[in-house]
């Protein structure tokens, strides 16, 4: 008899402490991280971490009478579930280079600026950082830079700065949660095999009214709260946009192409490369200035031809650069390239091999069994998934985690009991992307905290989209209002 054929009468079931032991692991690294490194720590130290927990889990694999060709298997098999995703995400990193380059984002941001009004402006700052994450598909980078001139001008103008951070990520979220840029919507698709527009129209149902009900209370607080001065500053650094780039409509010819190419069901790696080509070259026609300043910036040819084929090709690789000299403006623009995306693939294929070696050889079953047994309604088991994205949040500190885990997790009962592929796609980024920068200690947490210069414990309060998403999601998994159902593959014996 051989050794492979063997194995399986050695193998043991795992034990409640080897169950625990990778998430103890985990908890101790992420947050050793963080408290060594602060927000450095997303720039290597977390994938270490996560890359440690693998070989921990690995080694409880091993004990347990599982062969190493098996662990390598489920490896690969992460990484297999997750190529589409890759490429997605290193499209988007080209497509933001040049749409930097284009003027496209500039544009964009450039008038979302003008709808500004110190009555009302805590829904300006929401819809303003809706509107930019939506476009450019990053919670962290709206934050970063439109959100922090918005803290400041709230000041200025007299108004709550802890109530317009809630603002600005309120508004941060919804345009992550629902833009096909962003990769924690592609991920979250990936994960839970669903088609990515899908995911996103299903998205839609819970952040949509979220985002009014938030509107609403922005509103009142507006209303409510302090006088705010008649006039917002006109010297807004992120005005002068109009002096670097040539603001005009046609730098949203990008963004048509994209919604076009989305429209017509276009592969999304290749709309968003089409979109990121298309809009390189137009910054060769109508921002002749500023490709002229880049080719200087990375040594380029002094040949016009020449120079705007490297300048296209350097933004899609290494992403765009600004030196204007005005702080905001340049840590707006210069990003991008497919190279940006390196450490958050790096950080995903970490967290979903985690997550694969934990689901495969019955690690997380061990854990979530009981939960899973004891929701014997699609309302509890709705439950058991925000729970445990949450609980992720805080005890991993990492939205990937809190993402990948959770729908890896409760993937397979979702099919036995007939729901479809999208109810559990909204719930797990609801649960675990929106509810992250609640979390101070959580990475997201703490860039926002840091970025915006409000502590989360002030701003948790007023981060109302963050609040409702996930609480909307709950009540229709109670209420069965948008639980889509599809024939199950196996009879489940859970009450409706």
Known sequence: ???ESAEPEAIRSPSLTDAVVPLVVLAVLIAGALTLFGLDALDGPIQVALVVCCAVAALIALKNGHSWAAVQESGQGA?????????ILLAVGALIGTWNMSGTIPTLVYYGIQVLAPGYFYIAAAVICGVVALSIGSSWTTAGTIGVGLVGI??????????????????????????????TTILTAQMVKVDLYTHIRSQA??????????????????????????????EIELGKLGEIYWITPLNLLPLVLLVYLS??????????????????????ILQRDVVTAFVAEIHGSSNAVVGAVQAIWKALANGFTMNSGIGE?????SRGGMDSMLLTIWLIIGAVTFGALLEQFGLIDRLINPM???????GRLYLSVFASGVGLNIVAGDQYIALVLPARMFRMEFERRGLAPQNLSRLAADGGTVTSPLVPWNSCGAFMGAVLGVATLSYLPFALFCIFSPVLSVIYGFTGFKVVKVPPTQEAGVEP
Not at 163 to 169: K, L, M, N, Y
Not at 213 to 230: K, Y
Not at 263 to 284: E, N
């Open 1 to 3: 008899m051989t050794a």
């Open 79 to 87: 990484l297999s579930s997750i190529t589409s995703a890759l490429f």
């Open 154 to 183: 709230a000041t200025m103008l007299g108004v709550s700065a802890p109530i317009t951070a809630g603002a600005v990520i309120s508004g941060a979220y919804l345009g992550d949660k629902l833009s096909p840029l962003s990769e």
């Open 205 to 234: 149902w819970t952040s949509v009214p979220a985002f009014i009900l938030a509107a609403v209370v922005f509103a009142v607080l507006g209303v409510a709260g302090p006088t705010p001065n008649d006039t917002v500053p006109e």
């Open 263 to 284: 429209v017509r069901k276009a592969p999304a790696s290749l709309a968003l490369l089409a979109s990121a080509l298309f809009a390189g070259v137009q910054a060769t």
């Open 329 to 333: 403006i340049d840590r707006l623009l």
């Open 372 to 378: 899973i047994e004891s929701a014997k309604t699609t």
